[in-house]
């Protein structure tokens, strides 16, 4: 079973911050959080990753809670190509990657 | 950034028959490989696990002899879908991770198969 809850679907206007949330109250303290998205009849896309700390790359930022039982992934200026289901995945070192549901990310122009 | 490949990226074959997909990671060596599957509108189904050099780790409920595995070096592995029946067809996904840093997964393209 997947660790993480995240809204079913969002939607997004071109050009503005996509803010997307993701629960994970059960979280361990070697547990990492990962960000994946998948576009359409692709292959999943690695995004970033975090343990405690917030992280920034070229793609996106990670906001963890300072409990660590929530996140946020940013996608700083979304366009159009952005449009993806976006999966939040909490995984140890040597775990599996397990797939949930993820959030389909709309970006509207 | 790491890059893994896979092909065919579409095949389509007959029922009864053994369709074999390659998976490879191009600029890395990988420890471990993994295999998924994904039906439509459905999320990724880990179906299993291999490192290089030894007999792959089946999820629960998947036929090891139906799905065979090969991981015969770090940048190779392929799955070989045998017997082939119309449930079989599915979108197929391997992933690679390097074993290294925080073992990142990398994911390949996908493969479409279409079982008539």
């Known amino acids: 079973d997947a660790k993480t809850t995240q809204p079913p679907s969002m939607d997004c206007a071109e050009g503005r911050a996509a803010n997307l949330p993701c629960n994970h109250s059960?979280?361990?303290?070697?547990?990492?959080v990962y960000w994946y998205r998948q576009i359409h009849s692709q292959g999943p896309q690695y995004i970033i990753h975090?343990?405690?700390n917030n992280e920034t790359n070229e793609m996106a930022s990670l906001i963890i809670t300072e409990d660590r039982k929530s996140s946020t992934l940013i996608l700083p200026h979304a366009t159009l190509r952005d449009t993806a289901v976006y999966y939040c995945?909490?995984?140890?070192?040597?775990?599996?990657?397990?797939f949930g549901k993820g959030t389909k990310l709309t970006v509207n122009p | 950034g790491a890059v893994v490949s896979q092909h065919p990226s579409r095949v389509i074959c007959k029922s009864g028959t053994s369709v074999k997909i390659e998976c490879r990671s191009l600029?890395?060596?990988?420890?471990?490989m993994f295999w998924y599957r994904q039906f439509p509108k459905q999320s990724l189904m880990l179906m299993a696990t291999?490192?290089?050099?030894?007999?792959?780790?089946?999820e629960q409920g998947v036929e090891k002899d139906k799905f065979l595995i090969n991981h015969a070096s770090l940048t190779l592995s392929t799955l070989t879908v045998t017997s082939a029946h119309p449930e079989d067809s599915s979108f197929y996904i391997c992933?690679?991770?390097?074993?290294?840093?925080?073992?990142?997964?990398?994911f390949g393209p996908g493969t479409r198969l279409t079982v008539l």
């Open positions: 600029d890395f060596q990988a420890t471990t």
């Open positions: 995945i909490v995984k140890g070192g040597s775990e599996k990657l397990v």
């Open positions: 992933s690679a991770r390097t074993g290294w840093g925080t073992d990142t997964q990398y």
């Open positions: 291999s490192n290089e050099g030894s007999k792959a780790t089946y």
């Open positions: 975090g343990l405690k």
């Open positions: 059960t979280i361990s303290g070697n547990e990492y």
